[in-house]
T-cell receptor, first 116, second 118 residues
Framework: AQKITQTQPGMFVQEKEAVTLDCTYD???????LFWYKQPSSGEMIFLIY??????QNATEGRYSLNFQKARKSANLVISASQLGDSAMYFC?????????????FGAGTRLFVKA | GAGVSQSPSNKVTEKGKDVELRCDPI?????LYWYRQSLGQGLEFLIY????????KSGLPSDRFSAERTGGSVSTLTIQRTQQEDSAVYLC????????????????FGPGTRLTVT
C-alpha cells in the first residue's frame, strides 16, 4: 500500500531564510509522481511542484525545489528566501502510475510559520 | 478560464438528513476526485472518476456515502443519514488523466464545501 509520511507537524523559519519540509514515501510501483501543494488559511489547495520517478533532475519552480532522493524514498520541499506569504499548510502527495489508477494519497501536512 | 467550482460553499444540516454536494470540474479534465478534510487534518481520499471507467470507491468511509458523475462532467457526492463525524470540508479536484503509466497531471482543486452536521 502506498504511504506518505510528513514527520514535521509544524516548522518555523525566519523571513528570507530557506526551509526544508520533509516527505518520505513508500511504493513498489516503479512509475510514480510526487506532488507538493500549499494550503493557505483561506483553504484553497495550490499546486507547487511535481517530480516524476523517472526524472533525472530535481524539479524546480521559482523559489521551490524538490530534493528527490529516490533510493531513500524522500521528496523534501525546499523553499528558498521565505516570505511571510509562505505561511501555510504544505502537503506532500503521491500517485502511482501503474498500479494506483491515478489515485493520489496525501500526507498529514506540515504547517509552516514564517517569522518577520 | 474557469476553475473547479463547488456548491454549496457552506452547508449546515441536522443529523440524520441527507445532503448533496456538487462539483463542476474544469472543462476537458477527464479525472475527478473527492476528498474530505477534517479540521486541521490532511486530505482523506474518498473516490475518483476517470473517463468512462468504473470509479475507484475505495476511500468511501461507509455505505452512507455515494457519488456519481454524469456525462463525464459534473459530479455529486451524496451523504445519507448524516452524522456529526461527517462534519468536514469536502474538496473536489479535477485533472487530465493520461495513460496507464503516467503519473503526472496535477490536480486543480475547488474551494470546497464546508459541511456542518448539528
Amino acid at each position: 500500500a502506498q504511504k506518505i509520511t510528513q514527520t514535521q507537524p509544524g516548522m518555523f523559519v525566519q523571513e528570507k531564510e530557506a526551509v526544508t519540509l520533509d516527505c518520505t514515501y513508500d511504493t513498489s510501483d516503479p512509475s510514480y509522481g510526487l506532488f507538493w501543494y500549499k494550503q493557505p488559511s483561506s483553504g484553497e489547495m495550490i499546486f507547487l511542484i511535481y517530480q516524476g520517478s523517472y526524472d533525472q533532475q530535481n524539479a524546480t519552480e521559482g523559489r521551490y525545489s524538490l530534493n528527490f532522493q529516490k533510493a531513500r524514498k524522500s521528496a523534501n520541499l525546499v523553499i528558498s528566501a521565505s516570505q511571510l506569504g509562505d505561511s501555510a499548510m504544505y502537503f506532500c502527495a503521491m500517485r502511482e502510475g501503474n498500479t494506483g489508477g491515478f489515485k493520489t494519497i496525501f500526507g498529514a501536512g506540515t504547517r509552516l510559520f514564517v517569522k518577520a | 478560464g474557469a476553475g473547479v467550482s463547488q456548491s454549496p460553499s457552506n452547508k449546515v444540516t441536522e443529523k440524520g438528513k441527507d445532503v448533496e454536494l456538487r462539483c463542476d470540474p474544469i472543462s476537458g479534465h477527464t479525472a475527478l476526485y473527492w476528498y474530505r478534510q477534517s479540521l486541521g487534518q490532511g486530505l482523506e481520499f474518498l473516490i475518483y472518476f476517470q473517463g468512462n471507467s468504473a470509479p475507484d470507491k475505495s476511500g468511501l468511509p461507509s455505505d452512507r456515502f455515494s457519488a456519481e458523475r454524469t456525462g463525464g462532467s459534473v459530479s455529486t457526492l451524496t451523504i445519507q443519514r448524516t452524522q456529526q463525524e461527517d462534519s468536514a470540508v469536502y474538496l473536489c479536484a479535477s485533472s487530465f488523466s493520461g495513460a496507464t503509466g503516467d503519473s503526472y497531471y496535477e490536480q486543480y482543486f475547488g474551494p470546497g464545501t464546508r459541511l456542518t452536521v448539528t
